[in-house]
């Protein structure tokens, strides 16, 4: 059975050094086929890349989805993730393999590339989470792009993110980055009791039980994706299906 079709940024990470190259693609399990049949055969495009491959060998390295997005964003994601790791093999320090900063990037700073570089840098994205401790979007232009689709307050989602208030539009927004360390419960409301999860392959078999959607983000899951899925706007996340465990019936694929 073929893997899902996800749209994102990922990375192939040296497990040796923890140095990286981040990568975008439409279709990024076709993506990772294509890289090591490149890498395998001493005929990647990257020559750092390759010779890192040819050092230490293919069981050194992991391929990792970083982030699903859509189509759109990909170019401003890939900057944003080579500008956090710094995995651009020209800047300062660098800590990975990447030959331009991503994006139309050629390796080149230019004005224009410099520009983009900097937009890169603030667009830090952001988590929309309910009064239930429900992950309803995530916003990867921040809080700009929050306040524009939904035509509200920028300054009140800063607030928010900055810890000014609780918040905003009965919502709790706080970054991506932060979340895993974010003590969530104190902002929830309290009568609330978060719905299990249950994850199951694409032909139905049980795989683990969760205590709620949020918990599966440690282990690289898209929470507000699965809550979509329990809630039959997505039909699947990852090559999983996912149902709250009140539900009394799932809908497999055979």
């Known amino acids: 059975m073929s893997k899902e079709r996800i749209c ?20 990024i399990y076709e993506r990772w086929r294509h890289h090591k049949i490149q890498l395998r055969h001493d005929k990647h495009h990257n020559s750092h ?16 989805i970083i982030e699903e997005c859509s189509e759109s964003v990909l ?24 030959l331009s900063i991503g994006g139309e990037g050629i390796g080149i700073f230019t004005d224009e590339m410099r520009q983009i570089f900097r937009e890169a840098q603030r667009a830090n994205p952001i988590y929309q989470i309910d009064l239930d401790g429900n992950i309803i979007n995530v916003w990867h232009y921040g809080a700009r792009e929050a306040s524009k689709k939904l035509n509200i307050s920028q300054a009140c989602i800063w607030h928010c993110i900055n810890h000014d ?45 969760w205590d709620s959607a949020n918990q599966t983000h440690t282990y690289g899951f898209d929470p507000s994706a699965i809550v ?23 809908k497999t694929e055979i």
Request: glycine share 4%; aromatic share 22%.
């Open 165 to 209: 208030r609780r918040t905003y539009k009965n919502y709790i927004w706080i970054y991506v980055d932060e979340y895993e360390y974010f003590k969530i419960s104190d902002y929830v409301n309290q009568n609330t009791q978060a719905k299990s999860i249950l994850q199951y392959d694409m032909y139905g078999n049980f795989i683990k039980k």
């Open 49 to 64: 890349l390759q010779n890192v491959w040819n050092k230490y060998g293919e069981q050194n390295f992991q391929f990792v």
């Open 8 to 27: 994102g940024i990922y990375k192939i990470v040296n497990e040796l050094n923890n140095k990286m190259y981040i990568g975008q693609s439409i279709n």
């Open 75 to 98: 170019d401003v994601r890939e900057i944003y993730y080579i500008t956090k790791y710094n995995t651009f093999v020209h800047s300062k320090n660098a800590k990975g393999y990447n």
């Open 228 to 250: 979509k899925v329990c809630k039959q706007k997505y039909s699947s996340h990852r090559g999983y299906i996912w149902c709250y465990e009140d539900d009394v019936y799932i």
